[in-house]
């Protein structure tokens, strides 16, 4: 388990990658519930992959369901009464039908490459062999290392990298000779989550595979800040680095998570998967706990589904892309103010250009996500698929209005 970590600053390579470029420093501002939030949890920790310092995590502040029975590539609208416990309900759960319905759709996963090494957890896509992951969970040994996933019925198989997607921290990887009674994850979708909505993880914490554990969504659209290893990758412009930062708009859960649930399964009542596990947050080592403390986050499966789907597809995935460089700001609305993602800089041509966001505007919403921070507002826009339309809530002049803007595919690179 990593060290605990102060929090990040907000330089992050992702903004340029799902907004426009790196935000330049943070402006003055009061900072209000923000501070409070941040100690009252200290200091964060880690992503969750045991054996390793793989990842390093920080916090910042801040319908009805369609699923699939077949895996990432199938759509969720044409499946939505396929669920594997009928009797869901969310205000009594069968969590003893949950377990046996949602336990063989999740593995375990070893990773070794010499001396190096850790553990984590995967969910089973589709009868071809993919599993969804998180990318720390795969990377952190380096390139040569040896992949082995272990089924629920104990049977361990080799795998390969199908794809990985650094700024998402997520993987999928391929069974080599799956077996034909491999069985899939049903998958859900998290736009229908409600806070106080029971839920129940499942993965592989510390080298105990089929561990489930529940608890309820305590929130949603948090904004989650990850570092994310890749020796090769080049930042949008041009330029080798050794890590970039990760923004998730993510599911928060009391469902208690360890170090090895990384990429292990987050589902519902009925047994459906609603998010990816892939961090916590620690009090930090000066208080003697540095395991679960109530406080676990996931990727929502919305945006898993769609980077896993490329990620199959391609072995890489693209992402949306507002066009915009936001900062943490404030702005007056009538006798109060508003927190939000400031408007540094808007690209030429970019969907935000179009839409006629302008310099100094200050985005508090996107569709019914309230917008707190510029991490707020970068994971939100790198959780929606490209070409998705939506409604931008801002702050201008004292008053609030709305700007539609349709979401463009994010540059790989600037010169």
Do not use: C
Request: glycine share 12%; charged share 15%.
């Amino acid at each position: 388990m990593d060290q605990p970590t102060a929090p990040l600053p907000p330089q992050h390579p992702s903004y340029a990658s799902a907004l426009a470029a790196p935000p330049p420093p943070r402006m003055p501002r009061h900072r209000g519930r923000r501070i409070g939030e941040l100690t009252a949890v200290a200091v964060l920790t880690a992503a969750l992959a045991s054996g390793g310092t793989w990842g390093v995590m920080a916090l910042t502040d801040d319908g009805t369901t369609a699923v699939s029975s077949t895996g990432a590539s199938t759509s969720g609208d044409s499946a939505a009464s396929v669920v594997p416990v009928s009797s869901a309900s969310k205000t009594n759960p069968d969590w003893n039908a949950v377990t046996a319905a949602v336990t063989p759709s999740v593995v375990s996963i070893t990773v070794a490459a010499g001396s190096s090494g850790g553990e984590g957890s995967g969910v089973v896509l589709d009868k071809e062999g993919h599993v969804l992951t998180n990318h720390h969970v795969v990377s952190g040994a380096g390139d040569d290392a040896t992949i082995t996933v272990t089924l629920s019925d104990g049977k361990t198989y080799r795998a390969s990298i199908a794809g990985e997607d650094a700024s998402t921290d997520l993987a999928v990887l391929t069974l080599e000779d799956p077996p034909d009674d491999l069985q899939p994850i049903t998958v859900g979708s998290s736009s229908g989550l409600e806070v106080g909505d029971p839920v129940m993880a499942v993965g592989n914490p510390l080298g105990l595979s089929g561990t489930v554990t529940t608890g309820i969504v305590s929130a949603l659209d948090r904004p989650v800040t990850t570092s994310s290893t890749e020796s090769e990758q080049q930042d949008p412009f041009g330029q080798q680095q050794q890590s970039s930062q990760v923004v998730t708009s993510a599911i928060q859960t009391s469902a208690a998570v360890n170090p090895g649930n990384s990429g292990g399964a987050l589902v519902d009542a009925a047994g459906r998967l609603v998010g990816i596990n892939s961090s916590i947050a620690s009090l930090g080592s000066s208080s003697g706990q540095s395991g679960s403390i109530g406080i676990g986050f996931a990727i929502p499966v919305d945006e898993a589904q769609w980077i896993a789907e490329q990620l199959i597809e391609d072995g890489q995935a693209e992402h949306a892309f507002l066009g915009v460089t936001p900062s943490d700001g404030t702005a007056e609305l009538g006798s109060a103010t508003r927190s939000g993602a400031q408007i540094r800089s808007v690209s030429d041509g970019s969907p935000a250009a179009e839409a006629g966001l302008q310099e100094g505007d200050l985005v508090v919403g996107v569709d019914d996500s309230t917008v707190t921070s510029a991490e707020s507002l970068v994971g939100i826009i790198r959780s929606h698929r490209i070409g998705t339309k939506v409604s931008l809530a801002v702050v201008r002049d004292g008053e609030e209005q709305t700007i539609e803007a349709t979401l463009g595919t994010a540059p790989t690179s600037q010169g």
